[in-house]
C-alpha cells in the first residue's frame, strides 16, 4: 500500500482501535479457507440434522405401520367374536328345531316344542338387542314398513297395517328387516 492511504486509515481510525485491513494481494488464500471451513462445518451439521430427521420419519412411518395392522387384527378379532357369540346363542334354537323335525307322534307335543323353540328365539333376539315389529292396527310407517298390498276396509283408519306378512326387526335404531305389510285405506 502506498503510504499516502496508509496515512488516510490512521488518521479515520480512532485512538485504541486497530484500522481495517484491506485484502493484500497475498491473502487470498487465508480469506478462501474461513469461508470454505464454515461451509463445510454447516453443511455436516444439516447432514446430521437430516439423518436424524430421516431417523425419525423411519420410525413414525414403522409405528403407523404395526398400528395400522394392529387394528385390523383387533376389528377381526372384534367381528369375529360378535359371530360366535351370536351363533352360541342360537345354537340350543337349532338343536330344538332338530328334535322337532325327529319327532314323530302328536301333533299337539310338537307344536308345544315349537311354540318353546320360538320363546327361545324371542329371548335370544332380545339378549342380542333384536326387536320386533310390525303387528296389525299399528300406523303404517314408510320408514319402517313395507307395503306389499292395498286393502278398502271401513272398520280400520286410514294408513293403518291391516295384516302383517313377516315381521320387521330392528336393532337399536337400525331396521335390519322392514315389516312386510297390507295397508287399509
Known amino acids: ?8 486509515q490512521e488518521k479515520e481510525t480512532p485512538v485504541g ?15 478462501d479457507t474461513a469461508p470454505e471451513a464454515l461451509l463445510a462445518k ?11 430427521a430421516k431417523d425419525t420419519y423411519l420410525r413414525m412411518l ?9 387394528t385390523a387384527k383387533e376389528k377381526e378379532s372384534v367381528w369375529s367374536d360378535a359371530v ?3 351363533v352360541k346363542g342360537l345354537l340350543p334354537i337349532a338343536d330344538n328345531l332338530e328334535r ?12 308345544a316344542g315349537l311354540a318353546m ?11 342380542l338387542g333384536l326387536t320386533a315389529f310390525g303387528a296389525a292396527g299399528d300406523a303404517f310407517d314408510p320408514n319402517l314398513h313395507n307395503a306389499v298390498m292395498h286393502v278398502e276396509d271401513e272398520s280400520l283408519g286410514e294408513n293403518v297395517v291391516a295384516e ?11 331396521v335390519i328387516r322392514f315389516a312386510m305389510v297390507k295397508v287399509a285405506n
Do not use: C, H, W
Not at 42 to 52: A, S, V
Not at 62 to 70: G, V
Open 1 to 8: 500500500m502506498d503510504e499516502k492511504k496508509l496515512n488516510e
Open 17 to 31: 482501535e486497530e484500522p481495517e485491513k484491506t485484502a493484500q494481494p497475498g491473502d487470498e488464500a487465508a480469506a
Open 42 to 52: 454447516e453443511l455436516e451439521r444439516l447432514q446430521t440434522e437430516l439423518k436424524e
Open 62 to 70: 414403522a409405528e403407523y405401520d404395526n398400528f395400522r395392522r394392529r
Open 84 to 86: 360366535a357369540e351370536t
Open 100 to 111: 322337532a323335525a325327529a319327532a314323530s307322534g302328536d301333533a299337539e307335543k310338537i307344536a
Open 117 to 127: 323353540t320360538m320363546t327361545s328365539l324371542t329371548d335370544t333376539f332380545g339378549k
Open 164 to 174: 302383517v306378512f313377516q315381521k320387521g326387526y330392528r336393532l337399536g335404531d337400525k
